[in-house]
């Protein structure tokens, strides 16, 4: 594997699902693939799940691992291809990339969307750029439309905790007071839909994720009704696609408590995290039994692994 973007930059998502839970009963087996490779992680925004678990994956199969928070360590990136750089910007992104690429085997890179122009972040301007000029194999930890290493941790999760052959899972959409990316759930729907599950999204009008990332999955504006029987429920805030980047208030009664779960089938509550407490989930869910959020964030470290191994065995 050269690139990991998104589930189609996968060949087998379950073998690949396979192998993470493989790699989490054997973390060091194969330190002999990283020896002596460089693993560069790059953020352009905070990070502390994607940060710690993609290091420690690393670590784990025996890669040297360099962190830069390039946007508060690096110098201003220029991002325009022809500009004339007297303003603010210092480096422009062809020849930052294509120096990490001299000194890493595999880069990770985190850009968030800016959340204003709708065709600037689908592009995936700075994921593409990254992977244009750098050299080396990419592994995106979480770009601007989607977040592929914590959706593999989700099926991961999902494969490991569920109960019967062909579980439920519902994307909830929770209330918030920031407008937030599409990226988790565009990226979440896409594996689902190509997952061995029943998959159902729940949202208040007007919330509609782009149709690219969300073919095959059921679509419903009734959240309760779409929990019934429901094995898993990932909850998680983003914000319009259609006027894009808005948010439209009067849907608080979209957090999940106790009482949403009971019509379903003793389901486990998912989430990305970080989770903002009483806003996105109540305290209830959180710190009670069906709430897996822990766990989950514990199998970014053996998707991550997953994916790090392939890559190392395609160099
Ligand atoms: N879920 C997730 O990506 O967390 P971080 O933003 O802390 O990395």
Redesign the pocket.
């Known amino acids: 594997m050269k690139l990991f973007s998104s589930v189609n930059d996968v060949t087998d998502v379950q073998a690949l699902v396979k192998e993470a839970l493989h790699l989490k009963q054997n973390p060091y087996a194969h330190q002999h693939l990283g020896k002596n490779k460089t693993l560069a992680l790059i953020f352009l925004n905070?990070?502390?799940?994607?940060?710690m678990s993609t290091q420690k994956a690393g670590l784990n199969l025996g890669m040297n691992v360099m962190v830069l928070n390039m946007d508060k360590e690096g110098w201003a990136l220029e991002l325009r291809d022809g500009a004339v750089m007297n303003g603010g910007t210092v480096e422009h992104i062809r020849e930052a990339t294509a120096v990490l690429g001299q000194y890493a085997d595999i880069v990770g890179v985190r850009s968030f969307p800016g959340l204003k122009d709708r065709d600037a972040d689908y592009s995936e301007d700075i994921f593409n750029k990254f992977v244009k000029y750098c050299g080396i194999p990419v592994v995106s930890l979480?770009s601007a439309t989607r977040?592929p290493l914590?959706s593999l941790a989700d099926l991961v999760t999902i494969e490991e905790l569920k109960t019967r052959p062909r579980p439920k899972v519902v994307l909830t959409w929770a209330p918030h007071v920031k407008a937030l990316p599409q990226a988790v759930p565009n990226s979440f729907a896409e594996w689902m839909c190509k997952a061995d599950v029943d998959f159902t999204i729940a949202h208040p009008q007007g919330y509609e994720l782009c149709s690219d990332f969300t073919q095959g999955a059921k679509i419903t504006h009734n959240q309760q009704e779409a929990l019934a029987d429901a094995d898993f429920i990932y909850v998680k805030n983003w914000s319009a696609y259609e006027p894009y980047g808005k948010v439209f208030g009067g849907y608080d009664g979209w957090m999940l408590t106790n009482d949403s779960l009971k019509n379903t089938n003793n389901a486990k509550v998912m989430h990305?995290?970080?989770v903002r407490r009483n806003l996105e989930l109540s305290d209830e869910i959180l710190d009670g039994q069906s709430s897996v959020v822990i766990h989950e964030a514990g199998n970014r470290v053996w998707a991550a692994q997953a994916v790090l191994k392939q890559m190392l065995e395609s160099l």
């Not at 905070?46 to 940060?51: A, D, W």
């Open positions: 905070p990070s502390l799940r994607t940060r979480e977040h914590q990305c995290l970080p």
